[in-house]
């Protein structure tokens, strides 16, 4: 696999480190930064061995599949905006996706060509099926210095077996494009979307984009964190990127975290 980032990215000074192999993308990004890289750098994997996801699970990267990881310059950002990068990343994401089909004879103008749908916080769904996610970690250096990685995991080739959810891939929508053209059209997106967003200066321009494509977005759900199960109907995103949701008795909560079930599947949570 030959991989490159496009010319808009690399005129924004965004570069780019291709691994045989690596345990994280994330892991060796931050591992950077912690070294005095500032970014933006993408770090690509050929093959990863132990990808992370949300809430401490594992992300499994079979050959073929992207795993990417983006260290992004935070400094004068203030820290409780820094979160509205995980929704840039998913608006971009769902947009490079988009464009994959469009490599497709006769798939961009049918019924799937925008069939892409975003689940808070972090997935692209095709469908019912998770087809990539999205982790951001951050940490504080020493000397007071953020770091942001945003980590990509595309399911380019195949899907994982044995999940707890239902999962697919671009192979098996149909869609033959490679890792390496997934990535050079998400630095594409990437670098558009982060001009909207202006150093979260723009997060209802992001929000306006993320919440045309919300999976869910007025239907029933149910957000499990720790022992507690919040349900009612998905209303929207506010400023900060938190789920709100209008409980059965006319409240609105505020969700930053949790465990997101939709529809049936919100009864059964």
């Not at 931050?30 to 770090?43: N, T």
């Not at 033959?176 to 997934?182: D, F, I, N, S, Y």
């Not at 594409?188 to 150093?199: G, K, L, M, P």
Request: glycine letters at 14%.
């Amino acid at each position: 696999m030959n991989y490159r980032l496009s010319d808009a990215a690399r005129a924004d000074g965004h570069r780019l480190h291709v691994h045989d192999s690596l345990a994280s993308t994330n892991t060796e990004a931050m591992e950077r930064a912690r070294a005095g890289e500032s970014g933006p750098l993408w770090i690509v994997a050929k093959s990863q061995e132990a990808g992370r996801g949300r809430r401490g699970n594992a992300w499994t990267s079979l050959p073929g599949n992207l795993a990417a990881s983006l260290l992004w310059p935070v400094g004068g950002i203030e820290p409780d905006r820094v979160a509205t990068l995980g929704f840039v990343a998913g608006v971009a994401l769902a947009g490079a996706l988009d464009q994959a089909c469009g490599t497709v004879p006769g798939f961009a103008n049918g019924p799937d060509a925008r069939s892409f749908t975003l689940k808070w916080p972090n997935d692209v769904l095709a469908g019912s099926a998770k087809l990539a996610g999205i982790l951001l970690e951050a940490e504080v250096l020493p000397g007071g210095r953020r770091a942001v990685v945003i980590g990509f995991g595309v399911n380019v080739a195949a899907a994982p077996e044995g999940l707890a959810y239902p999962a697919t891939s671009l192979a098996a929508l149909g869609i033959g494009v490679g890792a390496e053209k997934v990535l050079e059209y998400l630095s594409i997106h990437v670098t558009e979307t982060a001009r909207i967003w202006n150093r979260a200066r723009n997060f209802e321009g992001i929000r306006a984009r993320w919440l045309a494509r919300a999976s869910g977005l007025g239907s029933r759900v149910a957000v499990r964190s720790g022992a507690e199960t919040l349900e009612g109907l998905f209303e929207t995103i506010d400023e900060g990127g938190r789920l709100v949701i209008l409980a059965p008795d006319g409240t609105r909560r505020t969700v930053t975290a949790g465990e997101v079930h939709f529809g049936t599947a919100a009864t059964a949570a």
